[in-house]
């Protein structure tokens, strides 16, 4: 991006703060990078495209055939988009994962979110990579180091409360209260992105509100179910010979 | 040898559980990259994220986004990176598919951040072709596999059939999988 002079900094603050939200969005979009290859202005490679999601190859990858994911809204961070689109992203972020390894010769695959520019955020429209790896390819190489057992604890403590109130658990009565509160249950077939999607999708609310629509506390469960769920060995899914091959490199 | 993953769902280890629920876990493991980091295990062992049953994915990275949000809160970062690292090239260190939550701060050097490589074109167009060639096999053959996957919640007795044979003639909205590989280019 060309870098503006102090006036035209100050007049553009100006000019933004007398915005309307809807301007303010539109300006935005035609700021934004890949709110232009979602509406085709930009030439993409595009590998998957579907109501929410669009996704392309990355001209600039970290590896040969990353892909990016890209929500078809303009959300600058994470914590605006609803959970259903989350949710969806996560499913084409697996696709995509599944068609690196099938063809591309690759034996393993990041699936890779940056929020904030510390994290390594560049674009500001939230999206997802997938990027494929090779063994010894040198990306996102970092050791693993072992945590001191009271550090640990006070991770847990710093963070146990506020991850509650986002999940909507009661703080006062911690562990027993915890198991059933958060079921995804199937009677209702699939709580996922088509069955409510004009709703959650297009309003970036906050979002204690719309983590309500996919995961419902009211859903209790009784813990006796997980059992059978957590013990089959036989759903394990047929998958195909490479995607075997991978995973039984652990073995 | 034991699954160190499935050793922290029957919690026969010291990771610190923060949630669970009947099908998944939020832990601080004692192995990590950078202290702070949280995990999100689906209790059930699924090796590579290709076999997790896409509802159960779903659950696991909203789970994940609620956590990124509860460290930004809490743990005084400027950041996080949701990674699943998938296969051992991918750098995954456990057989068990798990999504890593990791604080991120200014200049904390942490090796997640790569070097764009600007791809020639017909490198750019070799890929895509190898990308769309298997995409165009995928759906001549089977509708995607995933689907497949979908019996998470009653896998055994009662419903055997019904999950997995749903997705594929009905309009319900397991099967959006489907209409969107129809819709591919």
């Known amino acids: ?251 | 040898m034991k699954c160190d993953y499935c050793e922290i769902v029957e919690q026969k280890t010291n990771a610190s559980i923060l949630y669970e629920d009947s099908d998944t876990l939020i832990v601080v493991k004692d192995m990590v990259l950078t202290p702070g980091q949280i995990t999100v295990i689906p209790k059930q062992h699924f090796t590579i994220v290709e076999m997790i049953p896409p509802k159960l994915l779903q659950k696991c990275s909203l789970l994940a986004n609620k956590v990124s949000i509860a460290s930004f809160d809490t743990l005084g970062i400027q950041g996080t990176n949701i990674i699943i690292q998938n296969g051992l090239a991918g750098g995954q260190k456990v057989p068990h598919v798990a999504l890593e939550i990791i604080p991120r701060k200014e200049n904390d050097t942490l090796p997640l951040q790569w070097q764009p490589k600007p791809l020639s074109e017909v490198d750019l167009e070799t890929t895509f072709t190898a990308l769309q060639d298997e995409l165009k096999r995928e759906h001549k053959q089977q509708p995607a596999t995933p689907e497949e996957n979908s019996q998470l919640q009653q896998p055994s007795s009662e419903s055997t059939s019904q999950p997995s044979s749903k997705p594929k003639e009905s309009p319900a909205p397991d099967s959006y999988l489907l209409k969107s590989l129809k819709r591919l280019p």
Do not use: W
């Open chain 1, 1 to 251: 991006m060309p870098e503006m002079t102090e006036e035209q900094r100050k007049a553009l603050e100006e000019k933004i703060k007398n915005m309307s939200p809807e301007q303010l969005a539109e300006l935005q979009k035609q700021q934004c990078i890949f709110c232009q290859i979602i509406s085709k202005k930009i030439p993409s490679k595009i590998i998957h495209e579907d109501e929410h999601s669009l996704s392309i190859l990355d001209i600039n990858p970290a590896a040969k055939g990353h892909i990016l994911i890209l929500p078809k809204i303009h959300y600058a961070i994470m914590p605006q988009l609803p959970d259903p689109l989350i949710g969806h992203l996560f499913i084409i972020a697996q696709q995509m994962s599944q068609l690196q390894l099938r063809s591309l010769k690759v034996s393993g695959t990041n699936i890779f979110i940056a929020n904030g520019l510390a994290a390594g955020q560049r674009a500001q429209h939230f999206l997802i990579h997938v990027i494929p790896r090779k063994e010894g390819d040198n990306l996102l190489g970092a050791e693993e180091k072992l945590l001191d057992k009271t550090y640990q604890q006070n991770i847990a403590q710093a963070i146990q409360g506020r991850l509650n109130e986002l999940l909507g658990i009661p703080n006062q009565t911690p562990q027993e209260s915890l198991p059933e509160s958060l079921e995804l249950s199937s009677p209702p077939p699939t709580p996922s992105i088509p069955a409510q999607p004009e709703q959650p999708l297009s309003s970036p609310s906050p979002l204690p509100q719309t983590s309500a629509q996919s995961i419902s506390p009211k859903k209790i469960k009784k813990p006796k179910e997980s059992s059978p769920e957590e013990s089959e060995p036989s759903t394990r899914p047929k998958e195909s010979v490479s995607l075997d091959d991978i995973a039984n490199l652990f073995k």
